[in-house]
Every structure is written in structure tokens, then in C-alpha cells.
């Protein structure tokens, strides 16, 4: 328990750092072993986002707890005005030694001057790392503006730095913010220089359903990406390690997050700068101290709330100047109302806003104004609402498709709201012309006529006609009856509540056996692709397992996306031997926690279960109204709702 008035904090910062490369929201490569194991025991924010998708700017909110427009660093290379006041002036007034460490970004010059360091009282940074330094050859300045080379790959070095000042200051109540220019591209190079091996550990493996669709640069650049995440994590385990060792874990509030994500030059011609859940959404967790046991958070939270709770540990009182709110209450289950609603500013790309709520993305910009030239705009035109739940990688765009106009007339008047309130600044906002070619907008003719089906759905359970060699097609019978078919020959809007359907693959080296032509795994992977083919407007997801099960591909009704990931599935994706079907139920499990809608599991395997609990954890499973089915070498479990 903590012996001190105030815990010591530490903040662990990443740059351009995606929410899913953490197994906790589906990648299946365990790169963030540490960040996923130590997030389950303490407080995982799930739904966490930047403010601004921009290094400076977001930066400077995270130090400041305000809006990119009121400290006024609206884009990159503006420094943060003196008489803000930050984190560290909050925290010194407090008793606290303040330290920095890394890359900065808010400065002036590089050096970074003493008056623009934000008032922490030990430095050792600056101000854009990766033009001074590179992989294997760090450079960063002391407090007297000395040039100083941290030797080791660039994460270990920045690490090491940190640690030697928590072993030095544990005396006295701390707060050290850790800032690694890492997984954030070598800009004078184009590159991702991950540690020496890392990159061909990497290329060719996973890759999340936006970039398998729409591409970008993921191909060059990923295997590299994901061996800079994978350092990443181990430097956080070996430091909270030397925290444990000092006997200083309890006595310690440490958070993990980062300033925004990357889209690989999907969204636009750059890695970020967009509405898109690829740019704005961040992996974040809350360990040690009265974040243990915290769970999962569900409530959409960004980056002015790290701000804010950070204040609210170190017990300031003075917080009228922020903007996010402390995530104490919810950690504390006391809070009795979170709005959950994010409210984003994007410069330099473009000059735009967004609003994330928790089911719908919606997107606005002055196409007249340029992102760099200022701050704010009183005059927008709508550009992109997607459909979260339908939708979770943002794969089609819904703006402009007049059923979605009441969604849309209530998602413009909220952000019209927020910016008042944000910007005070009344503002008009044109609306989106309706599509009459399917073209527009980037929709291509395919994706315009599934949402076509999307948004009309006439299902003729005549026409339903399965044929299959593998037993467990039958089921599929089921996911339909129970999607409330609908008879008719005119187009008509209904409400109708959809079917998740989670396939949970087996991809153990026994699904090589040749038994079944060509393959036990290729004959699964052709019958899966049948049936989604079949299914017109539910959810799929998929997970893989063998030794370990991961949520390999989250809900959603792009099944042209899902195909392409069913068909990435190789038994070289996971390197822990064994079939764990109890892993898997428990990983669907968790997929399906925050759905509610009916749910369908359908596990194919070879039924060699080498964890032996399956049978145990079905029966437990069953108690509480779980119907479990067997088929020839298939476990069908169907989840009820109540």
C-alpha cells in the first residue's frame, strides 16, 4: 500500500503508437506482453484518444490539460507559451522532483532553452529527438544544455536514463516523464528502425484490417513498426522491474500512453492528421498504486484526462483550467456520469474536427483554409461518419447516404456544441451532398452496393441454400433464424437486431494434416469463407489459436476484409505450442462483453484440446445458459442472450 502523502509518478510516452498493437485489442503477435499483463492487473483504458493527432500539439495538451487552440500550439514547431502553466509547475508546488527525459517537442531551439523546458528541474532531453539522434546513436542534452550520448538501441538508452533517475530520487515523492520517440518514423530516412532482428521477426505477419485493405505503406514499413512496439514493451517491463526491485511499485502510479497513432499513409499522404481511429486512437494503461485492480474502463477517455488525473493523484486543487476530467472516479466506480463523447482537432493536414461517440465517427473541415495557416475555422463541410460497431476499422465511409441524415443532423448539432464551448466560436456546418454516384467520397461501386444491403436488408430464407462437407454448416441455419428474416419484394427500412458471429480457428501444426485435402487448416479456412459469403448484414469476428488464443479479426460486416484475413491464416502465427480450446472461449468471451446483440460462437479444431479444460470451462459455461453442441470434431457454443 502506499507509505507516502503522495505517490511518485511516472508517465511511460510513446510516439504515433496504435491502440492495436496491443494484444489486449486483438494483434495477435504479442508485442506488448508486458503493457497487456500488467493493464489486466491494474486499470486498461479501452477506449483512449489523443485531442489533436499531431506530435506538438497533442503534446502540448497532454503538459497544459488544454485545447491545442487555447495554448495556442495548434501544429508543430510552435513553442509552448512560458505562462502556461504544466505538469511540472503544478506538481513542484506540490513537493514533487520533476524530471524529463526524451524527446520534447514545445521548444524553440535545440537545445532546448531553460525557460522552455516546461519547468521540470532535471533535463535530459530534446527538443525533436529524432533529428538529433538515430537507432543506435542518442544524443540529448543535460540541464546545462551539454550535449550527452546515451549509448544502446534508442529505447534501451532512453529506459536506462529513466531508471538511473528513479534510483536517485527514491527518497522523496517523484514525478518523471518518460518521452520515447519510438514506434514514430526516422524522418530523415523514411524508415522504422526496430533493434537488429526485430524487423524480419515481423514482416509479412499480421496486419490490421485498414491496412490490409487500403494498404498505404504497411507493406514497407510495418515489420519494422511492430519490432520498435516489441523493444518498446520490454524496456517498460524492465522498468517497472527496477520499480518492483526498490520496493517502490506500490508507492507508484504509472501510466503508458501515447500522443496519437499512425495510419502508414492510408487516410491521407502522411502517417496521421485525420479523424480516423488509425491516427487518434492510443493504447493506455494505469498501473501500480490505486490503479491495481482497476479493470477495464470502458468510458471514452483522451488525452486532456491523463492531465487531469495526474493532478487529481498529486491532490492539486486549483483544475479549473482542464478540459478532460480525472479517471479516478471511474477507477473508483464513484463516478455517476461520463460523457462519452471525444471531441478532436486535426491541423496542418487539413483544418478539421471530429467527434467520437461510441458508436458513430463524424468528421468536419474548412476545405477552403489550409491546416497550417490557423488555428480555427467558423465554416465547415461534413466529410466522414462511419458506423463504429458495423465498421470498426472505418472501411466505409456513410456521409453524404440520406438514411443516415437524423444521425447525422444529431452528430452536427453535438459538434457544433462542443466548439462553442472548446473554441467559442459559432459555427456553420454545410452538409455533405447526397451520393448519387457511387464513386463519391471514396466509395468504390462494391462497397457502395454492400451498404446498400447494409442499409436495406431482405433476407428470403428460400433462397438460403448451404451445402457443405463439414458438419458444422448446419449451424449457420441457426444464426439466421434467429437475425429475424424479413419477406418481401419491395426495399423497405427495418430495425432488426443483427447476429455476432465469432469463428475461433484452430491453427495448431495438427491442422496440417493432409487427411482432409488440402489441408485440415485450408479445408476450415474455404468452409469459413462460405459461410460468411451467406451472411448479409452480421457481425463476424475471428480468432486463431493454438497454445494461446487471440482475437485475430474484430466484429465487423466488411466481409470483403474478413475474407482476406481468413485467408492470411497460417499456423506460424502463433509460437506457443499446443490447442488451448479454453483459451479461445475465453478470448470470445471477452469479444463478446460489449455486444448486445445475439451471439454465435463456432470453434473448428481437431479436437486434440492439449490444456484439457475446455470440457470444464463449457460445463461452467453452461450454468449460465450457454448451450454447448458437439459435431464431429467441432465445439459449437451458442451464447444466449437473456
Same mark, same amino acid.
Given at each position: 500500500?502506499?507509505?507516502?502523502?503522495?505517490?511518485?509518478?511516472?508517465?511511460?510516452?510513446?510516439?504515433?503508437?496504435?491502440?492495436?498493437?496491443?494484444?489486449?485489442?486483438?494483434?495477435?503477435?504479442?508485442?506488448?506482453?508486458?503493457?497487456?499483463?500488467?493493464?489486466?492487473?491494474?486499470?486498461?483504458?479501452?477506449?483512449?484518444?489523443?485531442?489533436?493527432?499531431?506530435?506538438?500539439?497533442?503534446?502540448?495538451?497532454?503538459?497544459?490539460?488544454?485545447?491545442?487552440?487555447?495554448?495556442?500550439?495548434?501544429?508543430?514547431?510552435?513553442?509552448?507559451?512560458?505562462?502556461?502553466?504544466?505538469?511540472?509547475?503544478?506538481?513542484?508546488?506540490?513537493?514533487?522532483? $520533476? =524530471?524529463?527525459?526524451?524527446?520534447?517537442? +514545445?521548444? %524553440?531551439?535545440?537545445?532546448?532553452?531553460?525557460?522552455?523546458? /516546461? *519547468? &521540470?528541474?532535471?533535463?535530459?532531453?530534446?527538443?525533436?529527438?529524432?533529428?538529433?539522434?538515430?537507432?543506435?546513436?542518442?544524443?540529448?542534452?543535460?540541464?546545462?544544455?551539454?550535449?550527452?550520448?546515451?549509448?544502446?538501441?534508442?529505447?534501451?538508452?532512453?529506459?536506462?536514463?529513466?531508471?538511473?533517475?528513479?534510483?536517485?530520487?527514491?527518497?522523496?515523492?517523484?514525478?518523471?516523464?518518460?518521452?520515447?520517440?519510438?514506434?514514430?518514423?526516422?524522418?530523415?530516412?523514411?524508415?522504422?528502425?526496430?533493434?537488429?532482428?526485430?524487423?524480419?521477426?515481423? $514482416? =509479412?505477419?499480421?496486419?490490421?484490417?485498414? +491496412?490490409? %485493405?487500403?494498404?498505404?505503406?504497411?507493406?514497407?514499413?510495418? /515489420? *519494422? &513498426?511492430?519490432?520498435?512496439?516489441?523493444?518498446?514493451?520490454?524496456?517498460?517491463?524492465?522498468?517497472?522491474?527496477?520499480?518492483?526491485?526498490?520496493?517502490?511499485?506500490?508507492?507508484?502510479?504509472?501510466?503508458?500512453?501515447?500522443?496519437?497513432?499512425?495510419?502508414?499513409?492510408?487516410?491521407?499522404?502522411?502517417?496521421?492528421?485525420?479523424?480516423?481511429?488509425?491516427?487518434?486512437?492510443?493504447?493506455?494503461?494505469?498501473?501500480?498504486?490505486?490503479?491495481?485492480?482497476?479493470?477495464?474502463?470502458?468510458?471514452?477517455?483522451?488525452?486532456?484526462?491523463?492531465?487531469?488525473?495526474?493532478?487529481?493523484?498529486?491532490?492539486?486543487?486549483?483544475?479549473?483550467?482542464?478540459?478532460?476530467?480525472?479517471?479516478?472516479?471511474?477507477?473508483?466506480?464513484?463516478?455517476?456520469?461520463?460523457?462519452?463523447?471525444?471531441?478532436?482537432?486535426?491541423?496542418?493536414?487539413?483544418?478539421?474536427?471530429?467527434?467520437?461517440?461510441?458508436?458513430?465517427?463524424?468528421?468536419?473541415?474548412?476545405?477552403?483554409?489550409?491546416?497550417?495557416?490557423?488555428?480555427?475555422?467558423?465554416?465547415?463541410?461534413?466529410?466522414?461518419?462511419?458506423?463504429?460497431?458495423?465498421?470498426?476499422?472505418?472501411?466505409?465511409?456513410?456521409?453524404?447516404?440520406?438514411?443516415?441524415?437524423?444521425?447525422?443532423?444529431?452528430?452536427?448539432?453535438?459538434?457544433?456544441?462542443?466548439?462553442?464551448?472548446?473554441?467559442?466560436?459559432?459555427?456553420?456546418?454545410?452538409?455533405?451532398?447526397?451520393?448519387?454516384?457511387?464513386?463519391?467520397?471514396?466509395?468504390?461501386?462494391?462497397?457502395?452496393?454492400?451498404?446498400?444491403?447494409?442499409?436495406?436488408?431482405?433476407?428470403?430464407?428460400?433462397?438460403?441454400?448451404?451445402?457443405?462437407?463439414?458438419?458444422?454448416?448446419?449451424?449457420?441455419?441457426?444464426?439466421?433464424?434467429?437475425?429475424?428474416?424479413?419477406?418481401?419484394?419491395?426495399?423497405?427500412?427495418?430495425?432488426?437486431?443483427?447476429?455476432?458471429?465469432?469463428?475461433?480457428?484452430?491453427?495448431?501444426?495438427?491442422?496440417?494434416?493432409?487427411?482432409?485435402?488440402?489441408?485440415?487448416?485450408?479445408?476450415?479456412?474455404?468452409?469459413?469463407?462460405?459461410?460468411?459469403?451467406?451472411?448479409?448484414?452480421?457481425?463476424?469476428?475471428?480468432?486463431?489459436?493454438?497454445?494461446?488464443?487471440?482475437?485475430?479479426?474484430?466484429?465487423?460486416?466488411?466481409?470483403?476484409?474478413?475474407?482476406?484475413?481468413?485467408?492470411?491464416?497460417?499456423?506460424?502465427?502463433?509460437?506457443?505450442?499446443?490447442?488451448?480450446?479454453?483459451?479461445?472461449?475465453?478470448?470470445?468471451?471477452?469479444?463478446?462483453?460489449?455486444?448486445?446483440?445475439?451471439?454465435?460462437?463456432?470453434?473448428?479444431?481437431?479436437?486434440?484440446?492439449?490444456?484439457?479444460?475446455?470440457?470444464?470451462?463449457?460445463?461452467?459455461?453452461?450454468?449460465?445458459?450457454?448451450?454447448?453442441?458437439?459435431?464431429?470434431?467441432?465445439?459449437?457454443?451458442?451464447?444466449?442472450?437473456?
Amino acid at each position: 500500500m502506499n507509505t507516502k502523502s503522495k505517490p511518485n509518478i511516472i508517465v511511460f510516452f510513446t510516439d504515433q503508437q496504435r491502440w492495436d498493437t496491443s494484444g489486449l485489442h486483438g494483434n495477435p503477435l504479442s508485442l506488448m506482453e508486458n503493457f497487456d499483463h500488467y493493464a489486466v492487473e491494474g486499470t486498461h483504458l479501452f477506449n483512449s484518444f489523443t485531442c489533436q493527432p499531431v506530435c506538438g500539439p497533442a503534446r502540448a495538451s497532454l503538459q497544459s490539460g488544454m485545447y491545442a487552440t487555447k495554448t495556442g500550439c495548434f501544429k508543430n514547431r510552435i513553442p509552448l507559451k512560458k505562462n502556461i502553466k504544466t505538469l511540472a509547475k503544478y506538481l513542484s508546488k506540490e513537493g514533487y522532483a $520533476t =524530471g524529463y527525459i526524451g524527446k520534447w517537442h +514545445l521548444g %524553440s531551439s535545440e537545445p532546448v532553452k531553460k525557460e522552455d523546458r /516546461g *519547468g &521540470y528541474d532535471y533535463w535530459l532531453g530534446s527538443n525533436l529527438l529524432e533529428f538529433t539522434s538515430d537507432a543506435y546513436e542518442t544524443y540529448v542534452y543535460d540541464g546545462q544544455n551539454k550535449k550527452v550520448f546515451l549509448p544502446g538501441y534508442r529505447v534501451d538508452a532512453i529506459t536506462d536514463a529513466a531508471i538511473n533517475f528513479i534510483k536517485l530520487n527514491q527518497k522523496k515523492p517523484f514525478f518523471l516523464f518518460v518521452s520515447l520517440i519510438e514506434p514514430h518514423h526516422q524522418n530523415n530516412t523514411d524508415d522504422y528502425p526496430p533493434p537488429i532482428g526485430y524487423r524480419e521477426k515481423y $514482416t =509479412g505477419k499480421w496486419s490490421p484490417p485498414d +491496412l490490409s %485493405s487500403l494498404v498505404g505503406s504497411s507493406p514497407r514499413h510495418l /515489420g *519494422g &513498426y511492430y519490432g520498435m512496439v516489441k523493444r518498446i514493451d520490454e524496456a517498460y517491463g524492465r522498468m517497472i522491474d527496477v520499480i518492483k526491485s526498490l520496493k517502490l511499485f506500490d508507492d507508484s502510479a504509472i501510466i503508458f500512453t501515447s500522443d496519437h497513432g499512425n495510419n502508414f499513409k492510408t487516410r491521407n499522404r502522411e502517417y496521421k492528421r485525420s479523424c480516423h481511429e488509425s491516427s487518434i486512437r492510443v493504447p493506455t494503461s494505469l498501473i501500480g498504486n490505486v490503479f491495481q485492480q482497476g479493470g477495464r474502463i470502458k468510458e471514452l477517455t483522451n488525452i486532456l484526462d491523463i492531465h487531469a488525473t495526474i493532478l487529481d493523484l498529486a491532490k492539486v486543487k486549483n483544475t479549473s483550467h482542464c478540459d478532460g476530467k480525472s479517471v479516478l472516479p471511474l477507477v473508483n466506480k464513484t463516478s455517476k456520469k461520463w460523457e462519452n463523447e471525444i471531441f478532436i482537432q486535426i491541423s496542418e493536414s487539413q483544418l478539421a474536427r471530429s467527434l467520437r461517440t461510441e458508436k458513430w465517427k463524424y468528421c468536419i473541415a474548412d476545405q477552403d483554409s489550409n491546416g497550417n495557416d490557423k488555428p480555427s475555422s467558423n465554416q465547415y463541410t461534413e466529410t466522414n461518419l462511419y458506423d463504429l460497431d458495423a465498421d470498426p476499422y472505418e472501411l466505409n465511409n456513410l456521409i453524404g447516404i440520406s438514411t443516415y441524415d437524423e444521425i447525422t443532423n444529431s452528430l452536427r448539432q453535438k459538434i457544433k456544441n462542443k466548439i462553442k464551448k472548446v473554441e467559442n466560436i459559432t459555427s456553420k456546418i454545410k452538409k455533405a451532398e447526397n451520393i448519387n454516384n457511387p464513386g463519391q467520397m471514396g466509395l468504390n461501386p462494391d462497397s457502395f452496393h454492400r451498404l446498400k444491403k447494409k442499409l436495406f436488408i431482405r433476407l428470403n430464407t428460400n433462397k438460403i441454400k448451404l451445402k457443405n462437407n463439414l458438419r458444422i454448416i448446419a449451424i449457420i441455419f441457426l444464426i439466421f433464424s434467429a437475425s429475424g428474416p424479413q419477406i418481401g419484394k419491395g426495399l423497405k427500412k427495418i430495425e432488426r437486431k443483427g447476429i455476432d458471429v465469432l469463428f475461433a480457428l484452430d491453427i495448431s501444426s495438427s491442422m496440417l494434416a493432409q487427411d482432409i485435402k488440402p489441408s485440415r487448416l485450408e479445408k476450415a479456412k474455404f468452409e469459413i469463407n462460405k459461410m460468411v459469403k451467406s451472411m448479409n448484414g452480421d457481425r463476424i469476428g475471428l480468432i486463431i489459436f493454438s497454445g494461446s488464443a487471440h482475437l485475430y479479426l474484430p466484429f465487423t460486416t466488411d466481409y470483403d476484409a474478413a475474407n482476406l484475413f481468413i485467408n492470411s491464416v497460417d499456423t506460424d502465427m502463433i509460437r506457443t505450442n499446443g490447442t488451448s480450446i479454453s483459451d479461445a472461449i475465453e478470448v470470445s468471451r471477452e469479444s463478446f462483453f460489449q455486444s448486445d446483440n445475439n451471439k454465435v460462437l463456432i470453434l473448428i479444431s481437431d479436437g486434440e484440446d492439449h490444456e484439457g479444460e475446455a470440457l470444464s470451462l463449457a460445463e461452467e459455461f453452461k450454468n449460465n445458459n450457454i448451450i454447448i453442441k458437439y459435431f464431429f470434431c467441432y465445439l459449437f457454443i451458442e451464447y444466449h442472450q437473456n
